[in-house]
Each structure stands twice: as structure tokens, then as C-alpha cells.
């Protein structure tokens, strides 16, 4: 069973579309998060869910809107795509929501913007 | 404010040679301290976390961080490299708050020659 599972792996699309892309977490954390990684490599926190509440919410477009209907989801679903939206998107866990909490992550949706 | 700076995008050893990345942190609150590793197309892993206590750190796979206040770096070694350690590195740090807001740096990619 796989802990942190994302649906798609790959996602291509035309600018101007909207899409959603899910996560499941099997692993009964609390906490949940959303990141971007660039085609540099670079990881950037977008949001973060501890029991279905906001708690991070970063200096991210509001075309990108989370949702989490249980503690065990968080989706994330992306209005009007743009060509700078490319990127590799992963969904993570964490057991809680303290700052030495280990992450779990998911294998990653790539997201291709045409 | 926290950051990380990882010295060296690439790095490359021979198999059976040392690994050392290195890891420099800045934070204004004690620090909790992580590296990840992310295999080809995989989400990230944690090899090993520093929070608190013994400053030197074990982690899987043979790897091992030391902390270092003094020089606000926590670099990852290991003593003999194997092909299989192939991947992408990142070091990230956390710390203070209540929310977890992980701070990558910007990863050391590490190529392992036979």
C-alpha cells in the first residue's frame, strides 16, 4: 500500500484550463501539505492542512485552491493554468504539525502547461 | 527568517570514495535540521533529521550529519560511496513555531562513478 499516493503521476494541458490534482494519505496524519518544485529543482511550500484547517498558506496565486474533506485528503485544484505553473507538484504528511516532524512524501504529479 | 544554502549543485565521487555535501543553515530560533533524498522521478525520502542532543547524526543508508552551531552547518557524509546512492540531495531546516514550514535548499545532485 502505497502511504502518500497522488493522482496523476503526469498531467498536460492547454493554458487556460482548470485541473485538480488528488492526494490520499494511508498513514492517519494530521497534517498535510502541498509543494511546488521548480524545473531547477527547487521546493517551495504552496499550502499545509493540519485536521482539515489552514495553516500555511504561502505566496501562491489564488488561481491555486486546496481543499481537504478529511484529514486524510488534500487536493489541489488550479484555475486559468499558466505556462509558469510547469512544475513537478508533490502532497506530503507528517504525523503532526511541530517543526521536526519527519514528511512523507508522494512520488509527484508533473504538470505540463502547453 | 530561515535559509539554506547548499555549496555545489553537482557533485561527483568515484564508487568506494568519501561523500561529503555540504549543508549551511541560517536561523534566527535553535534550528531543527533534515536531509532528504529523491531518487529519479520518486518523492523525497528523509535520510536522517537533527532536533535536539547528540549533534552527530546517523541516518539509512549509511549516512550520517554532523551539527555544527558554531559553523551553521550540517554537511552529510558518508564514508564509501555506492552506485545505488545516485540521486538528488536536498538539506532543509525548520524550526520554532508550531507549524512546520520545511526550507529547502536548493539540492546537490551526486553522481557515483563506477
Known amino acids: 500500500d502505497t502511504a502518500v499516493s497522488q493522482t496523476p503521476k503526469y498531467l498536460v494541458t492547454q493554458m487556460g484550463n482548470d485541473k485538480s490534482i488528488k492526494c490520499e494519505q494511508n498513514?492517519?496524519?494530521?497534517?498535510m501539505y502541498w509543494y511546488k518544485q521548480d524545473s531547477k529543482k527547487f521546493l517551495k511550500i504552496m499550502f499545509s492542512?493540519?485536521?482539515?484547517?489552514?495553516?500555511i498558506n504561502e505566496t501562491v496565486p489564488n488561481r491555486f485552491s486546496p481543499k481537504s474533506p478529511d484529514k486524510a485528503h488534500l487536493n489541489l485544484h488550479i484555475n486559468s493554468l499558466e505556462l509558469g505553473d510547469s512544475a513537478v507538484y508533490f502532497c506530503?504528511?507528517?504525523?503532526?504539525?511541530?517543526?521536526?516532524?519527519?514528511?512523507?512524501f508522494g512520488s509527484g504529479t508533473q504538470l505540463s502547461v502547453l | 527568517a530561515q535559509s539554506v544554502t547548499q555549496l555545489g549543485s553537482h557533485v561527483s565521487v568515484s564508487e568506494g570514495a568519501l561523500v561529503l555535501l555540504r549543508c549551511n543553515y541560517s536561523?534566527?530560533?535553535?534550528?531543527?535540521l533534515f536531509w532528504y533524498v529523491q531518487y529519479p522521478n520518486q518523492g523525497l525520502q528523509l535520510l536522517l533529521k537533527?532536533?535536539?542532543?547528540?549533534?552527530l547524526v546517523k541516518g539509512i543508508n549509511g549516512f550520517e550529519a554532523e551539527f555544527k552551531k558554531s559553523e551553521t552547518s550540517f554537511h552529510l557524509t558518508k564514508p564509501s560511496a555506492h552506485m545505488s546512492d545516485a540521486a538528488e540531495y536536498f538539506c532543509?531546516?525548520?524550526?520554532?513555531?508550531?507549524?512546520?514550514?520545511?526550507?529547502f535548499g536548493t539540492g546537490t545532485l551526486l553522481a557515483v562513478q563506477p
Open positions: 506530503a504528511s507528517s504525523p503532526g504539525q511541530a517543526g521536526n516532524e519527519k514528511l512523507f
Open positions: 498513514l492517519g496524519h494530521d497534517t
Open positions: 492542512y493540519n485536521n482539515k484547517e489552514l495553516i
Open positions: 536561523s534566527s530560533v535553535p534550528p531543527y
Open positions: 537533527y532536533t535536539t542532543g547528540a549533534t
Open positions: 532543509a531546516v525548520s524550526g520554532g513555531g508550531a507549524t512546520n514550514k520545511l526550507i
